[in-house]
């Protein structure tokens, strides 16, 4: 009968990240894992039978967090980039890898979807003054510091 692992999926990325803030993304290896676990290489591959599926586990959990639907959509944009570039400026060779990757990474996908039902709903909606703070319909509204919608490139 086979062990349980004494860890999860969670553990395993959270070692994966450390390993990427000590040693950057091409460290992250089954053996590098497992050390930073105290473990086997071995006890990882119920989990992560080989470094691809690894490295996906990684990858997705470091996902930066949606953006919040407050304010005007190019300010909302704006500020989600910029906290995106600092969280993945943290985790050298991530952001390279997931642009490689990302239809494989659900969590990153979550971004997008989120990212580009905000944007549709902008367009798919007459501007009006939003009902509150925090409804969509807020970030449909026009940016104090940009024009929005931006002019179509010639």
């Known amino acids: 009968m086979a062990r349980a692992p004494i860890f999860d999926e969670a ?7 450390r390993v990427i803030r000590r040693s950057g993304w091409p460290a992250v ?8 676990l ?8 119920r989990l992560a039978p080989d470094a691809d599926r690894l490295r996906l586990l990684v990858a ?11 304010g005007p959509l190019t300010d909302v944009l ?5 906290d995106a570039y600092a969280h993945l400026r943290g985790l050298p060779g991530v952001a390279s890898y997931v642009v490689l990757r990302w239809t494989e990474l659900p969590a990153w996908l979550d971004v997008v979807e989120a990212l580009l ?3 549709s709903a902008c367009r798919a909606r007459p501007r ?3 009902s509150t703070p925090t409804s969509p319909t807020s970030w449909c509204e026009p ?7 931006p002019p179509l490139a010639a």
Do not use: D, H
């Open 11 to 17: 553990a395993l990325a959270a070692a994966g990240v």
């Open 29 to 36: 290896t089954v053996r590098s894992v497992a050390e930073e």
């Open 38 to 45: 105290g473990v086997s290489p071995m006890a990882l591959y």
């Open 60 to 70: 997705n959990a470091v996902a930066p967090p949606l953006p919040s639907p407050v």
């Open 78 to 82: 704006r500020s989600w980039a910029v």
């Open 117 to 119: 039902a905000a944007a």
């Open 128 to 130: 009006s003054p939003p």
């Open 143 to 149: 940016s104090s510091t940009t024009a929005w919608p």
